[in-house]
């Protein structure tokens, strides 16, 4: 299986992107779907998570304009971010993982760029 993404860009500070990961096989029970982001020189962090029950969480920085959902198919996830800032700059990465032992899985896309100019 794998995970693509798009929707990266280049955007002006106030603006909207919405990242799109959808996966190229069949994903049964996942546990969370998951996006990342990767700044050069700081740690991998989790932006929005959503679980299998549908409960969501979210980075504390972008709480309020990011919106993590899935479709009903489970084959998707997307990130709806509103009213970017420049320190959301980043490579936007979705992880999918699930399963029950011995077919746990845990697929990662590459990863979509998306830049906020101030």
């Known amino acids: 299986v794998q995970l693509v993404e798009s929707g990266g860009g280049l955007v002006q500070a106030g603006g909207s992107l919405r990242l799109s990961c959808t996966a190229s096989g069949r994903i049964d029970s996942f546990n969370s779907m998951n996006w990342y982001r990767q700044v050069p020189g700081k740690q991998l962090e989790l932006v929005a998570e959503i679980t299998s029950g549908g409960k969501t969480t979210y980075l504390d920085s972008v709480k309020g304009r990011f919106t993590i959902s899935h479709d009903s198919t489970k084959k998707s996830v997307y990130l709806q971010m509103n009213r970017l800032k420049p320190e959301d700059t980043g490579v936007y990465h979705c992880?999918?993982?699930?399963?029950?032992?011995?077919?746990?899985?845990?697929?990662w896309g590459q990863g979509t760029q998306v830049t906020v100019s101030s």
């Open positions: 992880r999918i993982e699930g399963g029950s032992p011995p077919w746990e899985f845990d697929y």
